[in-house]
């Protein structure tokens, strides 16, 4: 098979979360276990960090990949879903995985898959153990897909485990309760080893904790140990300061990720390399000062708090849940614009009455959807809009809402796409840059 042919038969023969929503989430560990089984347990030939929460955790695994790039580790990442390219869930360096070597990991798989019946998740992992194996990492990153205990990543020993936080999201999977979504996080603690918790919740919070002494595990709560003050922001960059606060030291570091909820970020990635140091890690701090000043070029970030444009100014955001859109909220009392332009589209199996009124207070609303089967669609997501008390414009297309948008608006407002991942994914950025 050719490389298309290769990502079509792994997209339509395969139970796909992002399209198919609960259905394709497989509880348990024994279909990842037999896949690297049968590639002789590649998760085993390389050092790992495992990354789990609800929101934070991509952006804390493309910082912790960014520092270790810069301190001179060949340096694997894992994480999903993907925005535009497939490949984008498998980086070595910040380097995409080859289209050569999908194909030749498909055809190597394909007749396992047939006794096995594995998800597409499921093989995207397996994929990336394979590839990371082959190219002998030193380390490798690996962000949970959903949850924690049972998401097919949790078949690693790393040497290090974080959990960003605990919020409101696939409540249908999870659990209804902070405390049984964080119960379901705190399954990647493992016996011994350190895990550093990124923010204090209380309750949750108490749940990660109690995992964490039952195994064994030592356990840094980093909004605990340091402080962090926001020292400056522009378009493009944050400047932070982290300070003990058990002591006199302090640091100051440049971001190029300028997201308000980044500080909270790079607070629980700093304790997370200190711990990582402890283990022996060489990771000197001109090493972290040049990997976060440059997360994105480094490793291909996107859509947090992303920049596109800046007259009108043109941001894309991934943000879609509770926790998420009061991070967002919280960004925009900070930013300066004149009129705000909210571009919207969401996925059917979120609470469309719950997030709604979360959303941030508009002068105008541009409703859409993705062109994926787990969409909202936008008729629908219009109705449950009016009912919250928003109107807005309805676009079957997300590039249109766009365009209409940036059409409106004038040069010193702010259009915002945010709502679902599938719809930043569909923004047409050579367009609209």
């Not at 990647?188 to 919070?205: C, F, L, T």
């Not at 629980?268 to 997360?295: F, N, S």
């Not at 070029?297 to 926790?323: I, Q």
């Not at 469309?352 to 979360?358: C, K, N």
Request: hydrophobic fraction near 45%; aromatic fraction near 8%; charged fraction near 20%.
């Amino acid at each position: 098979m050719t490389y298309a042919e290769t990502i079509d038969f792994l997209y339509r023969q395969l139970p796909m979360f992002t399209r198919d929503g609960a259905s394709a989430f497989k509880k348990g560990l024994d279909n990842i276990r037999a896949l690297c089984a049968a590639l002789g347990d590649p998760q085993t030939k390389f050092r790992t960090i495992h990354v789990a929460g609800t929101n934070g955790k991509g952006s804390v695994s493309h910082m912790l990949a960014a520092v270790l790039q810069q301190a001179g580790y060949q340096t694997g990442l894992y994480t999903s879903p993907h925005l535009y390219d497939f490949r984008e869930r498998i980086r070595i360096n910040g380097e995409k995985t080859t289209e050569a070597f999908v194909v030749a990991f498909t055809e190597r798989i394909r007749p396992i898959m047939e006794t096995v019946q594995p998800s597409f998740f499921e093989i995207t992992v397996a994929m990336a153990f394979a590839y990371f194996a082959e190219q002998r990492v030193d380390v490798a990153v690996i962000e949970v897909g959903l949850g924690g205990r049972l998401d097919s990543t949790n078949i690693i020993l790393p040497d290090l485990s974080v959990i960003t936080n605990i919020g409101w999201d696939h409540m249908n999977l999870l659990g209804d309760t902070l405390e049984s979504i964080a119960a379901e996080k705190s399954g990647i603690i493992k016996p011994g080893v350190p895990v550093v918790i990124g923010q204090w919740q209380g309750a949750p919070s108490e749940v990660l904790k109690k995992r964490a002494e039952e195994m064994g595990a030592p356990c840094t709560v980093a909004g605990h140990r340091w402080g962090v003050r926001s020292l400056s922001v522009a378009a493009q960059s944050r400047s932070v300061e982290l300070y003990d606060r058990y002591g006199p030291f302090s640091i100051e570091l440049e971001l190029d990720l300028p997201g308000t909820y980044q500080e909270d970020n790079a607070r629980t990635a700093w304790t997370a390399l200190l711990q990582l140091r402890e283990a022996d890690y060489a990771i000197p701090e001109a090493a972290i000062r040049a990997g976060l000043r440059q997360v994105r070029a480094l490793t291909g970030l996107m859509g947090r708090w992303e920049v596109l444009r800046e007259t009108p100014l043109l941001v894309l955001d991934v943000a879609h849940n509770k926790d998420g859109l009061a991070q967002l909220r919280r960004q925009l009392r900070e930013a300066k614009y004149g009129l705000l332009h909210l571009v919207f589209g969401m996925v059917r199996d979120k609470d469309a009455e719950s997030i709604l009124p979360l959303l941030p207070a508009a002068d105008a609303y541009y409703f859409t959807q993705a062109h994926i089967l787990r969409a909202l669609p936008v008729g629908e997501l219009a109705e449950a809009a009016a009912q919250a008390g928003l109107t807005g414009a309805v676009y079957e297309h997300v590039n249109d809402a766009v365009a209409a948008a940036l059409d409106r608006a004038a040069p010193k407002d702010l259009v915002l796409v945010c709502g679902s991942i599938f719809v930043v994914a569909e923004v047409d950025r050579e367009r609209f840059a």
